[in-house]
T-cell receptor, first 111, second 113 residues
Framework: RKEVEQDPGPFNVPEGATVAFNCTYS??????FFWYRQDCRKEPKLLMS???SGNEDGRFTAQLNRASQYISLLIRDSKLSDSATYLC????????????FGKGTRLSVIA | EPEVTQTPSHQVTQMGQEVILRCVPI?????FYWYRQILGQKVEFLVS????????KSEIFDDQFSVERPDGSNFTLKIRSTKLEDSAMYFC???????????FGQGTRLTVV
């Protein structure tokens, strides 16, 4: 049973394109949701938290659907520097609980 | 900007040898974690540590693994007798509070030969 599932990609898109990633999670007790970015052979870095009301940070928009246990990330006006693997991450935020990572979706933005 | 630092960046060891991976979490953080990522696979939780004791551990974290916070700054992961399948990137992370943003170190690439 995969706890956090993502389409592995790769997504190859031209600069300026809009791209959307989806993620589903199996644990209905999950309380906190995040998108992390990981460059090749580097550590994961927090891109943004995901809130029930949806949230936006510049070109990035994250949405959460608790009923469907589904999270999305939309990237508008893709830049070459957006090329990376995007990790969907959830946690049950009670005490010192660990992050549960999806395998990630690879994005390549092409000039 | 404060950061989590890990040493060494790369370690090669022979099967059966003991290794110690070192981490210096962000100084005012209270919760510490080790994760690992086998090449091409997802990031997997190993262990969490708070108030000088293990809070939670995964099934990966068997008797061959141990963690320690020997002083006020270092947080170590020891693998007692390495196996080939222990080859992976090991990430240390810390958070200021429960459920807070996790900051990851740059990782130690462990290669067991």
């Amino acid at each position: 049973r995969k706890e956090v599932e993502q389409d592995p990609g790769p997504f190859n898109v031209p600069e300026g394109a809009t791209v959307a990633f989806n993620c589903t999670y199996s644990n209905s007790a999950s309380q906190s949701f995040f998108w992390y970015r990981q460059d090749c052979r580097k550590e994961p870095k927090l891109l943004m938290s995901v809130y029930s009301s949806g949230n936006e940070d510049g070109r990035f928009t994250a949405q959460l659907n608790r009923a469907s246990q589904y999270i999305s990330l939309l990237i508008r006006d893709s830049k070459l520097s957006d090329s990376a693997t995007y990790l969907c991450v959830v946690t049950v935020s009670s005490g010192n609980t660990p992050l549960v990572f999806g395998k990630g979706t690879r994005l390549s933005v092409i000039a | 900007e404060p950061e989590v630092t890990q040493t060494p960046s790369h370690q090669v060891t022979q099967m059966g040898q003991e290794v110690i991976l070192r981490c210096v979490p962000i100084s005012n953080h209270l919760y510490f974690y080790w994760y690992r990522q086998i090449l091409g696979q997802k990031v997997e939780f190993l262990v969490s540590f708070y108030n000088n004791e293990i809070s939670e551990k995964s099934e990966i974290f068997d008797d061959q693994f141990s963690v320690e916070r020997p002083d006020g700054s270092n947080f170590t992961l020891k693998i007692r007798s390495t196996k080939l399948e222990d080859s992976a990137m090991y990430f240390c992370a810390s958070t200021a509070d429960s459920g807070g943003e996790a900051f990851f170190g740059q990782g130690t690439r462990l290669t067991v030969v």
